[in-house]
Nanobody, 117 residues
Framework: QVQLVESGGGLVQAGGSLRLSCAAS??????MAWFRQAPGKEREFVVA????????YYVDSVKGRFTVSRDNAKNTVYLQMNSLKPEDTAVYYC????????????WGQGTQVTVSS
């Protein structure tokens, strides 16, 4: 049974940091990704990481500020978010992909990140 559970969201001031975690089960061998959806907007891709962690791909708007990592021994994927901006406010979703940068096969329930100005 596949389960993706995000945690670590919250309220932070602009310029601050948050670290999101995604506890994953049933997706051994999968690439993982983070997406986000701001109010009134479509869900957008943020970053993906391969199963080995050796390959990553970031959307331009977060490059240099966000860092994705994974610990396969702990079945957990992380998203370290630094220098947060109000426009980063969104619900952040963890996702599992059989193929790196392929279609999403499984979604988490999301965690809210709010950045105040």
């Amino acid at each position: 049974q596949v389960q993706l559970v995000e945690s670590g969201g919250g309220l932070v001031q602009a310029g601050g940091s948050l670290r999101l975690s995604c506890a994953a089960s049933g997706v051994r061998g999968y690439a993982m990704a983070w997406f986000r959806q701001a109010p009134g907007k479509e869900r957008e891709f943020v970053v993906a990481i391969s199963w080995s962690g050796g390959s990553t791909y970031y959307v331009d708007s977060v490059k240099g500020r966000f860092t994705v990592s994974r610990d396969n021994a702990k079945n957990t994927v992380y998203l370290q978010m630094n220098s947060l901006k109000p426009e980063d406010t969104a619900v952040y979703y963890c996702a599992a992909e059989k193929i790196f940068l392929g279609k999403v096969d499984y979604w988490g329930q999301g965690t809210q990140v709010t950045v105040s100005s």
